[in-house]
Each structure stands twice: as C-alpha cells, then as structure tokens.
C-alpha cells in the first residue's frame, strides 16, 4: 500500500501549476477532467499501467444491486436526495496495478474533488462510492484525492460521514484520503478515520 500512495504523490507533484486552477463553478467540470488526464498521463509514465475512467451514478446498476435491502436503498435515497441540488457527479478513476507476481492486476480507485468549496453531500456520495465499490467489485483500495480544501474541514466531513451511519466497507482501513491545499503545498495523508498518517 506504501507504494501505491508513494506513487500516487509522484504523479501528483508532476502536474504542472495551471491545472490546479479552478476559475468557476462552470468550469468545474472540465477543470475536473483535465486534472484527470494529467494525472493518468503521469501514473502511466512512472508506472506504465493502464487507467479508465467510470461514472457511478444513483441510477448506475452498481448501485442498484448494491442497494437490495430497505435499509440500504433508504440510505442510497438519502444520498440521491442530497445530490439532486448538484449539476454534476464526476467520474471515477480507475487505475491498475499490473506485475504481482502469480495473482491479477490490482485495481485502485481514485475519486477527484477539486471544487472551491466542496459540499458534503458531493463529499458523502464520493466516500460512500469508495466504501461500497470496494466491497462489491473487489478493488484493492481507494483514494479520495481533494484539492482547494484544509485537513481540517476534511477531517470534519470524515467524522460527520460516519456519524450519520453511512456505509462503511468490512476493507474501509484500504482507504485513504490525500489532501492538497493548492498547488504549493505538500499532499497530506489520512486514513479512512481522518487521521493523519503522512
């Protein structure tokens, strides 16, 4: 796991400034998607490993098979409903890991927020992606990249997250979140808990 993340903050040092700016709301989305790019285009040149891209809405089938007790469809409803105000849920990006020897390529998720001002329940749905897709598709770990935010206000969405009892994967301790403030400033590491581990 020390290596993924080790990996990870390489690619992410390597984009250049410009990327790191987000002018508008309406921009958002296509700053989003170059971010991304640039950061595929990173990972496969230190790693040379192949990387995708997959939306997970409400109404994806994922989530719908996910959500096949009443329990877990109340808590898919509550998510969708605080959703319903947002233009837009970003993709998820999906990287593998390719040279263990004798097993399959591992896969890691990556879920990218760079919004000025980063909602919670944009914050919960993102979180509730990684726990669930972590589960069900068997990826090895997750990633909550965000940029334009402090740990602090992370670390209060984190706590609020499991205080409201939302769903938690039995491999939650393979999640992790790295926190960018801007362009200048280090990438900061927290477990799934919100606490500080680089």
């Not at 690619?11 to 296509?30: K, V």
């Not at 770990?141 to 602090?152: A, E, L, M, N």
């Amino acid at each position: 796991m020390n290596k993924t993340i080790q990996t990870l903050i390489e690619a992410i040092n390597m984009i250049p400034r410009q990327f790191y700016n987000t002018i508008d709301e309406g921009a958002s989305e296509l700053a989003h998607e170059k971010f991304v790019s640039q950061l595929t285009v990173r990972y496969r040149k230190i790693t040379g490993d192949y990387c995708s891209t997959e939306l997970f809405l409400p109404s994806s089938e994922a989530v719908q098979s996910f959500a096949v007790t009443p329990e877990k469809k109340n808590m898919v409803r509550k998510l969708m409903a605080g959703l319903s105000s947002l233009c837009s849920v970003n993709s998820t990006l999906i990287m593998e890991q390719t040279g263990q020897v004798d097993s399959l390529p591992q896969k890691t998720l990556i879920e990218l927020n760079m919004d000025l001002k980063l909602s919670r329940p944009l914050f919960y749905w993102n979180l509730f992606k990684l726990n669930f897709l972590l589960d069900k598709m068997m990826y090895s770990c997750g990633f909550y990249f965000i940029i334009h935010q402090d740990v602090c206000s992370v670390q209060k969405k984190i706590n609020a997250y499991y205080e409201r009892g939302l769903y938690v994967s039995w491999k939650a301790e393979n999640i992790f979140f790295l926190v960018k403030k801007d362009y200048k400033s280090d990438v900061i590491v927290l477990n799934y808990k919100g606490e500080n581990i680089i």
